[in-house]
């Protein structure tokens, strides 16, 4: 993708913030650009998942590539 143009939301915003929070005694403030680098990130893991599949000629994303 080219850059300046910006990626789909993969995230429920709302609710990312609030695990990102935290809770109790250990509470955080998320930065507006938080959840883009997050997203981001998901981009990588779902475009690794995809390689590690196709690497093992499978056409099934399963949970193990995803977490490899």
Same mark, same amino acid.
């Given at each position: 993708?080219?850059?300046?143009? @910006?990626?789909?939301? %993969?995230?429920?915003? @709302?609710? /990312?913030?609030? +695990? %990102? ?5 250990? /509470? ?5 650009? +938080? %959840?883009? =680098? ?8 779902? +475009? ?8 093992? =000629?499978?056409? /099934? ?6 977490? +490899?």
């Amino acid at each position: 993708m080219a850059k300046g143009k @910006s990626k789909d939301m %993969l995230l429920v915003g @709302s609710k /990312t913030k609030e +695990a %990102l929070k935290g809770s109790g005694k250990n /509470t955080f403030n998320v930065s507006s650009d +938080a %959840l883009e =680098g997050l997203n981001d990130y998901v981009y990588w893991l779902v +475009a690794q998942a995809q390689a590690r599949c196709a690497a093992n =000629g499978r056409k /099934t994303i399963r949970r193990h590539d995803i977490l +490899a």
